[in-house]
Every structure is written in structure tokens, then in C-alpha cells.
């Protein structure tokens, strides 16, 4: 505000119209606290598990440009700008690993995405309440199973006297082979194995949503002759559509993200083509080999890409639906 | 029972077991020390009652350097991964009798810090970035760069000052007698960094062999199959009794164990050839031994799920006769699967034994198979450069190389844990009222399988089978019973001549294409390891790929070629620089 203006008069004024405001404002926040401390509280502990590990640890990030010593410490290792990006970038398996990311997050988006909506959807329309409190439990129960234990049953189920193992090959009519030893298999098996897991429990967000539509819109739609389906189509999707639309762009931030644990106890030397992604890399390289610095840099890449995904998916959002995080 | 040799060792055994009688017999391959065995023989009697110091004190050159038991209280931390092998039945290696009596004879605290063996790499790194570092390291191999480069970053330090000083009388003397070891441990600037852990010699390098189910072999009428052809033979045989053929643990497994690539004279990877390095998955014989591999794995003879098998469940596959052969280790999968078989039921019919490195023509000498190196760098006890009462920590790693020592590790207390006869024969067991025999080393190593504490890395590590003494004769360790008194005689059987005989035809091979362990430069190591690091990826993937049928043996020049463009020449000729170095080219 007024940035031609040399008065001291008018100078004067405006920083004071500053002050006020803000000093409304911390009044204003100040009062907020008092009369909502309860909720401030609750929301303390989650402030502070930001804080300590996800802003303090950012001060580790320099050891990606750095030939990181463990004796020497962090602050004392010797800077080395881009080495270990560079590297990264030229290593032979860079290609690969970044494909194979891409690819299992880009599925896991195209099918697991949506299908707890679809669950959802489906399960709003069971009038039985009984029968729909039973489904859901039963359905969000495996979420609560630990990956390690999960994978332990797919290897059983997949191995080449495994259930699945036998099924498969009974339905191709070929030998029963172990079907994690398939690469054509893997994403397979990943997928619908973490849509199993996830379902029940990532719906329960779009139940939430759906029960929080105004029912008038309904009533509306039924005097307009509108079916179950037609119902299904222009009411409660377009109600849950906001809801859809941040958990996308969170899952566009998480696109470079695919979690260490199961492609680990999932892949082999058989299936490495498609199951190697950045995270193996990384804990192969890094926790293993002890090159600190140099998974640290491939790691920072992938934040790096993750979050100009994440920008990109927001800045899109809102420019076409109004619905953003930012 | 009493006349079972298996239960009595001798005290030429016993000196065996004594770093300095053993190793005599290694020092040119023939007994030239006769020294040796002369000089350990009178301390056997007085065993167990001896402390450090009276050997210690004799061969100490320095007046000034105290002796042991310590008289100032010291506590001495070890970091050490903890050995599968005691999973489950101490939770921390301060618990083993051994330790204990290793605290009560130096008169110090002696504290192991142990981690699970899975998580050893990261937790090693996490140590030393906590700056909070202990004593001692038992083995810095997670350490990038390995020993030397730890010296260099002052995470360690040289223990060659301490020996010159005299704190190390024991490791000094050993060097003295061996001077071999002395070459091996040696850094290229001329330092001791260790405590180092020898791994022994000849059957003692090599532990794990081929395993084959005796029954089956029998009802098809077959032979301990020696060459591949044989090979084949036996497992379409047991392909047709029901049975998995071979179940290797995984494709690394299939490699490092060789149970059949060695037939090629070759490994994977990197081998020599009369002084030449070379690289095996680049060689045209590799391609007859993959398109070998793939027709026992399309024709299901080799274990359809083996890439996504672990030691469990093979073990578990092993345990209830499913499988035909495998690849096993003695003190190990050789037995611990059939002795649960026979515990449970005497009649059983399933009998595994070893089987020998298979060659391609029958009656031919291998010249490369499974084995050990005798010292491996970046093993055994390192003094960290944090250690607080440096000399008394020498003294008391040191301890571990004493004739006391080296026979506690084995065999316990004499009195308590075994007796001398009259012949001078190590008896390690009582009779009971009821005729059976008790050993009386179990409160030694509860469960710890035959060697008990030797394989607490020190020395001798891997001692879990026989060693060979100067004389040739051979010592047997104590095994645990179990309760059952019928599946007792069975398994001494096994121990006394199925092992032994598996040990030695896992031996039967000379070593002359094995490349052997090398001092390389820190810089050259890196170089090296940066090279094979994508390269072993990239030969695993693709051996993997051709055993399966998943990529076409036709394009395994493109895959050879491939190994060439990722610079294997380059890591081959570090490799051969030191190689011709060592041949005193």
C-alpha cells in the first residue's frame, strides 16, 4: 500500500494501520485460544510430532550434498554440491528403478484409487444397517494386520502349492508355478493385495462424506424420478467430490512414493525388473552399503519430484474445480 | 557306548583345539613344528586351574606390563552382532558360561552389546554416528571401506603398539609361530588391527556341501552321484518318487554354495585361471551350465519356489522328507533336520548324507567349490578409538588367544565340564545310573550345538565340526543328546561317520581357481566394489531370468556383452594387479 507515496504522514499511517491489524489478529488468535483451548490441545501433540520429526530433521538434508563422515558429524563433512545426484542420475539402474515407481504408483492410483469409493458408493446403498456395520468391519480388519504378516501370506498363497499358485495355473491350464517368481504378476499381486488391505478402512472417510449430504437433495431428486443410480451419479457423488479430489491430491504428492516394506518382502531376482523401486534402491544403498549421502540425495530427489507433483495436481485443482489444499 | 571314539579326545586333539598345535600343521602343509605340540602338552594337565598369567607373565618381554586378572576394576564394552545360532537360547552373549568365565579369569567386567544379525549393518552405522562408541568392535564389516578405512577415519586403532609394548603376549607369540597368519592380518603399512578370527584350515573351510537323501538313492539303485550327468540322473529319479529334486535356499544361495557351478571350474563371478582373473558369467562354458539349470528347473527339478524360500523353510521342507537334496553344513542343515526326524520316530527310513563337488568328467578333480578364507579382514575383535583403558582391553582380547582360553571355548572347565583319563583322552561325558551317557558340557553351551561358544567370534569361530591336529588324528566336540535314547545311537552314527565323511568329500576339490582374499588399498577396494556392486545385481537378474525361461539363452552373448560395457575389465584388472602382486610377479 501505498508504494509511490513519500509522505511520512501517510508512511506513518500505514505501518500503524499494520500494527493494528496485526495486533487485531493476535487478539483475535489470542481469544480463539481461550475460548477453544481444549481443541488447541488436542491438536499440541500433533504440532509438536511435526516439529521434531519432520521440520528438525530437514537440517539432516544437507549430508545429500555433502561427503557425509560419521566421525566427522554432519556439520563438519565436506560439501560436494550435486556429486551424489549426478551419480544417481548416471547410475546404471536409474532408469529402472524410477520406471518402476512410476509405474506400480500410477496403477495403484488408475485401480486402488477409486475403489474404496466405489465401496463406499456400494455399501451406502445396503439398507440393512446390521448387515453394513458387518461388512465394514470385516472389511476394514486387515488394515490393522502388519505388512510383514500380510506378505507372509501372499508368499504362501502365491507359492507353487499355494491356493493361488494352483488356481491361477488350473485356470491358464499350465503347470502351478510360484507367481511371485512371475514378473508379469507383481504389480498384480501388489495392488490387489493392498486393496484388499486398504479398502474398508480408506472408505470410511467417503461413508463420512456421503452420511454428511444433505438428505433434502435426495428427497429432490426422487420427486424429479430420479433412480438409485441416477441418485448415485448426480447427488452423492458430485456431495463426496471435494473429499475425492484433496485425498487425490495428497496421493499425487505420495505418486514417488512407494513403501519400502512390501516391495522388500515381496520382490526377488525374478521379478527385480518391475519390483525395484527408489525406496529398495535407497535402503540397499544407503542402510546397507552405508552410502549415507548418497541415498540421502536419491531420496531428496524423489521429495523433490513428489512435491512438484503434489504443486502441480493443487495448482490444477483449483484452477478447474475449485477445491484445493493451498 | 564307552568305546565310541566320538566321546574321547585326544590330548594330541586337544592341542588341536590350542591355536598353536592346530595350526602347526598348516604352517607349509606338512609338520615341520614339532615345537609346538611339545610346548602345549604339559599346560593340558594343568588345565582349567590356570589363569593368564602364568603363561602370560613367561612370554612377556617387558618387566613394566602388568599381568592378568586385572587388579584395577575395568569394564570392557564389546558392539557385536549376535550369531543366529544362539537365537533363542541366551539373550545376549553375556550370558554364555564362556563370557562369564572369560569376565572371572581377566578380572574385568566384560559388557557385549549385542544386536540381531539382521539389523547388525544399520545399527553398526547408527553406533557410530551416535559418537557414543564402546571398547571394543567384534568385526567392522558394515564400515564402508572396511578396517582400513575405519583407521583411517579414527573410528579404530592400530593394536600394533600394544604388542610391541608387550600387553599382547599370546597374539604376539602366535604371530611368531605362524608367521602365515602374521601375512594375512598385516596391513599393507604394517599394522594388526585385530584380534583376528582364523577360521582354521583345511575341512574346517568348508562347512557346507551337497546333501542327498541315502534312501531314495538306494531304491532307484543309484550311486552318490559325483558328476552332473550323475546329477541327473539322481534327481529325475527322485522326481519320479514324489520328492522336490534340489532345493537350493535362493538364486544367491545356488552361487555361493556352488553346489553346481563349480563343476565349470568357475564361479559367478570373479575366479583365476592359473594366475589369470576372470569373470565367470562372461565365459561361453557359463551359458552350458545356465541352459543346464533351466531344463532342471522347466523339468521341476529344482524347487519351483526357490527364489522365495528362506533357511526355515527349507529346513521345514528338509524335516519332513520333501526333499531330495539341498545344500547343507555340517553342525548344521546336515543334521538338525534328520535329527528331528529320528527324535521323533527311530524307524524312520530317511537318511541324508553329503555328496561330493561334481565334476563333468567322472573321476576329475574339482578345482574350485564352497570355502572359506582362513583370516577374513574386517573379523574379530577391533579396539575402537573411544576405548578408555586401552592396555588393559589389549590384555584382555589377548586372553583369547591362550591354550585357557582356546579350551574353554570348546570344551569348558576341566573337572567340571569334562575329565582327563588316565591316557590323557578328553572324556566330556558321564555315565548314568541307567547306563546312558550325560554330557557334562551342557551347562557350558545350553543348546548351543556342538561347538558351544566357539562360535563366538574370537577365534576358531566356526570350530562346529572336527578339527585335524598335527598328527592327523581327528577330534570330535560333544553334540547335545536330546532324550531320546535310540535316536542318541543313530545320531553318534551320523556324527561319527556320516558327518565326517560329508566333510570330506565337501573338501574334495583343490582351490587353485579360487581367488584368494587380497589387501587392497582402500581407494582401489572402493573402485572395485563400486564396479561389481551393479554388476552382481545385473548377473543374479539375468541367471535368474535364463533359469526360469523368463529371457532366451540365445541372447546370452548380449548379456556377456552387457557385463563387458558395465566395466568388468576394469574391476578385473585391480583385481589382477594385487593377484600378481601376492604370485610375486
Known sequence: ?326 | MSNSTWKRISSAGLSAVILAGLLAGCNSGTNTSSSSPSSTAPSNSSSGSAGGSSSASSEAPSQAVPTLPLSEPVTVTIFSNFNAKFVGKVENYNDIPFVKWWSEQTGATIDFQTVANEVWNEQFGLKIASKDLPDVFNGVGPYTGGDLQALKDGVIVSLTPYMEQGYMPHLSKFYETFPRYADMARTSDGDYLNVPNIRGYGENLNSNGLVVRKDLLDQAGLEVPTTIEEWDAALRAFKTMGVIPFSPRDNKWLNTNMPFISAWNMTYFEYQDNGTVKYGATQPEFKEYLQLMHTWYDEGLLDPDYLTSDTKTITAKVSAGLVGSYVGAAGGNLQNPWYAIVEENVDSPIEYIGAPVPTLEKGATPKIGPRYDEYTANNGFYMSSKCANPEAVAMVLDYMYSEEANRALFFGVEGTHYNLTSDGLVDAYEKQADGSYKSMGDSWKPGFGDAGPGYLVGILDYANKTILDPTGSKVAVPMPLGDNPDALALKKRHIDEVRQEALSLWASFEAVNRVPALNYSVEDAQARADIYKDIETYVYEGVTQFIMGQRDLDTFDAFAAEIQAMGVDKAMAITQKYLDAQNGK
Open chain 1, 1 to 326: 500500500m501505498a508504494k509511490t507515496s513519500t509522505s511520512p504522514g501517510t508512511k506513518a499511517k500505514s505501518e500503524s494501520v499494520l500494527m493494528v491489524r496485526l495486533k487485531d489478529h493476535f487478539k483475535m488468535i489470542r481469544r480463539d485460544i481461550h475460548v477453544n483451548k481444549h481443541i488447541y490441545l488436542i491438536a499440541l501433540p500433533m504440532i509438536i510430532y511435526y516439529i521434531i520429526f519432520k521440520y528438525v530433521p530437514m537440517y539432516g538434508i544437507q549430508i545429500a550434498f555433502k561427503d557425509y563422515n560419521l566421525i566427522k558429524g554432519i556439520s563438519a563433512s565436506p560439501w560436494v554440491g550435486f556429486k551424489h545426484f549426478i551419480k544417481f542420475v548416471n547410475s546404471y539402474y536409474f532408469v529402472r528403478v524410477v520406471k518402476n515407481t512410476f509405474m506400480i504408483s500410477f496403477y495403484g492410483t488408475l485401480f486402488a484409487f477409486p475403489a474404496p469409493i466405489i465401496f463406499a458408493l456400494l455399501l451406502n446403498e445396503i439398507r440393512s444397517t446390521k448387515f453394513r456395520r458387518t461388512v465394514q468391519t470385516i472389511t476394514y480388519m486387515p488394515h490393522f494386520v502388519s505388512t510383514v504378516v500380510v506378505c507372509g501370506m501372499i508368499h504362501m498363497f502365491c507359492a507353487s502349492d499355494g491356493f493361488l499358485g494352483v488356481a491361477v495355473a488350473n485356470l491358464l491350464g499350465t503347470e502351478a508355478k510360484n507367481l511371485l517368481m512371475n514378473p508379469k504378476y507383481f504389480r498384480t499381486i501388489y495392488i490387489l493385495s493392498d486393496i484388499w488391505k486398504n479398502i474398508g478402512w480408506n472408505s470410511i472417510l467417503y461413508i463420512a462424506a456421503i452420511l454428511g449430504i444433505d438428505q433434502a437433495q435426495y428427497e429432490a431428486a426422487v420427486i424429479d424420478g430420479a433412480g438409485k443410480f441416477a441418485q448415485a451419479i448426480y447427488v452423492t457423488i458430485p456431495g463426496i467430490m471435494p473429499t475425492v479430489i484433496i485425498k487425490l491430491i495428497f496421493r499425487m504428492g505420495e505418486m514417488m512414493d512407494v513403501g519400502f516394506e512390501k516391495v522388500f518382502l515381496l520382490y526377488n531376482e525374478a521379478t527385480w525388473q518391475v519390483s525395484d523401486v527408489i525406496s529398495t534402491y535407497t535402503y540397499r544403498e544407503g542402510l546397507l552399503n552405508m552410502n549415507y549421502s548418497y541415498s540421502s540425495a536419491v531420496s531428496l530427489f524423489n521429495t523433490v519430484i513428489n512435491f512438484v507433483l503434489l504443486w502441480t495436481t493443487n495448482f490444477i485443482s483449483r484452477k478447474v474445480s475449485e477445491t484445493s489444499l493451498f
